[in-house]
């Protein structure tokens, strides 16, 4: 067992983030020095990430906003209510407890607030911290090892170099991965040790592109997302799927928006180098094959079309500055090419209401956006997988805490259950069966037909195309044959 998180795991089991107070003085005064630190702390961020100054800002600012959202989770009224529920004879069902320790395996990218953020949501869950930096010579995490040393209580938080054992944390802990990988996606050995939070940055990200959507902001948004912070967020789109009869269209004013955006953007400094090159690979092979082809590029990147729908391309997760379009043909075209790469990390959608609506219900996604691209999620971690989305805290608070239920009253059915076994008269138990036998029927009135959706609606479209005109032949036919067949009677 190691020493070095031996005051870690003793400020655990002694509870010293338990108070909601305490949480609250401990994220207060984590707020106060990065704000008195501001200057160091984007500069550190410019130097590991080679993002520009606007985006190391951008990362900073949504660092504090997190802190702040954290802090604003935590109310000592709430919280002392519901701690004091049994001594008023009142349920809490409710309540939650922090679990001990978060392990927190920071990804590389925008990693200052990344570590913040996953650390703001252990305090505020009531935890204590170890950070793994397998890197801790660069510069940030030096910086942040200095920073959270300050501002937090030293006994709550500790950092450690490799990946530290379950005996090292104590049995109270839960693993929280940024960036997967195979070891990390193992279950816990001890059944008392929580699952992990495991992000999936390697999902991929598909944007859909439908008729009759503003093609300059929906350009805008996807080159934002694709070509900001060096193209490395894991939710930048890895393709574009636009409608056939609106690609010319949307490529002229993609190639626009690049050139603007990468006029003076940020120096291209890849997170991880091997996938990089991986990409840069595929990208060649597939020009040199004419499976994709280039429609513009710039020093900064570059817009591709798929020519060859069975390229590697499209089965890859894209890094880096580079655009990919593929032309389809309808909206189930659009479906099954988003299908094919799995559960997406997220899907972004323009298109009418009812045609986002129908392709969202059918596109498999952890979620989906629909005539947007939410920009605010290009700074940080990909969301643990099998999680919620929550657009304002990226780990919930509730997936870093333990369930600890409290019930002062007694359920109804506590009562029937009780006169059930005790009672050797069975008309009790005949009345119950008979009242709950009765059957169920919905709240609102259902209609006859149910609800025409979009694919009711395209076969009653289909009906009337084809359907009208076989029934009016038909009947044109039958009109002439009784008048053919009634003169050769006559004759």
Not at 215 to 241: E, H, K, Q
Not at 363 to 384: C, D, I, K, M, W
Request: net charge neutral; glycine share 6%; hydrophobic share 40%.
């Amino acid at each position: 067992m190691s020493r070095t998180l031996q005051a870690v795991r003793e400020a655990a089991i002694d509870g010293r983030l338990r108070n909601v107070i305490y949480r609250q003085s401990q994220l207060e005064k984590l707020q106060k020095v990065f704000v008195e630190n501001a200057e160091a702390a984007e500069k550190a961020i410019r130097k590991d990430s080679g993002n520009s100054n606007s985006e190391a800002a951008v990362e900073f600012i949504l660092t504090l906003q997190a802190i702040k959202a954290y802090y604003e989770t935590l109310d000592e009224t709430e919280a002392l209510r519901s701690e004091y529920a049994l001594a008023r004879g009142e349920d809490a069902a409710g309540r939650q407890d922090g679990i001990g320790i978060v392990y927190i395996v920071p990804t590389n990218y925008t990693l200052f607030y990344s570590v913040v953020v996953a650390t703001s949501a252990a305090i505020a869950a009531g935890n204590c911290v170890v950070i793994e930096f397998r890197t801790p010579l660069q510069e940030l995490p030096l910086l942040l090892q200095k920073l959270l040393k300050i501002a937090l209580d030293p006994s709550t938080v500790e950092f450690v170099t490799s990946r530290a054992s379950d005996d090292d944390l104590g049995p109270n802990h839960i693993r929280v991965i940024q960036n997967n990988t195979t070891a990390a996606d193992q279950q816990p050995l001890l059944p008392t040790i929580y699952s992990p939070l495991i992000s999936l940055p390697e999902s991929r990200v598909v944007a859909i592109v439908d008729r009759g959507v503003d093609f300059a902001n929906t350009a805008a948004a996807l080159v934002t997302a694709r070509f900001g912070f060096g193209g490395n967020s894991p939710y930048a789109p890895d393709v574009v799927l636009v409608h056939e009869y609106v690609k010319k269209e949307f490529l002229i004013a993609v190639v626009e928006e690049m050139v603007k955006f990468t006029a003076n953007g940020s120096v291209l400094k890849p997170v991880e180098q091997e996938r990089a090159e991986h990409v840069k690979r595929l990208l060649e092979s597939g020009q040199k094959s004419g499976e994709i082809q280039v429609t513009s590029s710039t020093i900064r990147g570059s817009v591709y079309e798929v020519k060859d729908r069975n390229t590697e391309v499209l089965r890859n997760k894209i890094n880096g500055t580079s655009l990919v379009v593929l032309g389809v043909r309808s909206l189930d075209d659009a479906i099954n090419l988003a299908n094919q790469s799995g559960n997406l990390l997220a899907s972004y959608i323009w298109a009418a209401p009812t045609s986002a609506k129908y392709l969202s219900q059918f596109v498999q996604t952890q979620a989906s956006f629909v005539n947007q691209v939410p920009l605010e999620f290009l700074v940080g971690p990909a969301a643990p997988r099998f999680s919620f989305i929550d657009r304002s805290l990226r780990y919930p608070v509730k997936l870093l805490s333990a369930p600890h239920a409290e019930y002062a009253t007694r359920h109804p059915n506590s009562d029937f259950v009780h006169k059930c076994l005790q009672d050797t008269d069975t008309r009790g138990i005949t009345k119950t069966l008979k009242e709950i036998s009765v059957p169920l029927s919905p709240k609102s009135v259902r209609s006859d037909g149910g609800q025409i959706g979009f694919f009711e609606q395209g076969i009653f479209i289909g009906l009337g195309i084809f359907g009208i005109p076989t029934v009016l032949t038909i009947g044109a036919l039958g009109f002439y044959g009784i008048r053919i067949a009634t003169r050769w009677v006559r004759y």
